[in-house]
């Protein structure tokens, strides 16, 4: 199993600390998210190796820190690929930039797919152990406590077995506070898919509308968070995370 890490984003909310810095290379708690990040899927069974998606203005700045963290972890091989986006005005989107990722490595092996600005207080390698038994793809969902924040994310319904009936990306009147989050598992068989959804020029761009066109067509499981989540998209949420991770 392959982790894809999408971390080529411009996060133009979090100005003036993402001028010079991605996102994702932002520290909380003392190191950086995208190592808060690896820290808690490290674990993961049958995890072959990891891909970090830039773009080309931060590039760099990710290749290094893989540098760096290779030399920790050397049993974990970490690859850095550059999408070729300079800016908001031309970046693929995180679909895609998954898409780019699966075509220019050849993927044909399962993928876990994780936002490099997501932020977990547990380990969660249960998620690929969740997902090798059910063998369908699988969204990692949250109670965020209030219908408020749903609209922020997506809405999710699903049965008693976990599979979902139901999801709405940025719901305008949402009824539950149950969201997806930017954590996914897709086998290889449905690799295919993800690309052709790209090229018959569906939204590229948020990751959860490949969950909201796949569930209607074959069946998506879902998996429950344990613990925090932080989706850091403000000066705000990152200073709520560094007062919280702190303390961890």
Known sequence: MKLIILAAGYATRLYPLTLTQPKPL????GKPILAHVLQHLRQTPELSSVTIISNHR??????????????????????????GSTDASNRLGAIG????????????EDIMVVAGD????????????????KKTPVLGVHDVGRLE??????????????????FEEKPQNPTTTVIGIALYFYPK????QITQYVKDGNN?????????????????????LPGLWYDIGSKETLEEANRIFIHL
């Open 26 to 29: 932002l520290e909380v708690a």
């Open 58 to 83: 931060f590039y760099d700045h990710f290749h290094v820190w893989a540098q760096h963290q290779q030399s920790i972890d050397p049993a974990l091989p970490i690859k850095v690929i550059n999408d």
């Open 97 to 108: 930039d998954l898409v780019f990722a699966i075509e220019k490595q050849s993927i044909d």
């Open 118 to 133: 997501n932020l977990f207080s547990q380990d969660i390698q249960d998620f690929g152990a969740f997902c090798l038994e």
């Open 149 to 166: 924040h749903t609209k922020k994310y997506s809405e999710v319904h699903m049965n008693i077995e976990g599979q979902i009936t139901s």
């Open 189 to 192: 068989a449905f690799l295919s």
């Open 204 to 224: 590229a761009d948020q990751p959860g509308r490949m969950i909201q066109w796949l569930y209607p067509r074959t069946p998506v499981h879902t998996w429950t």
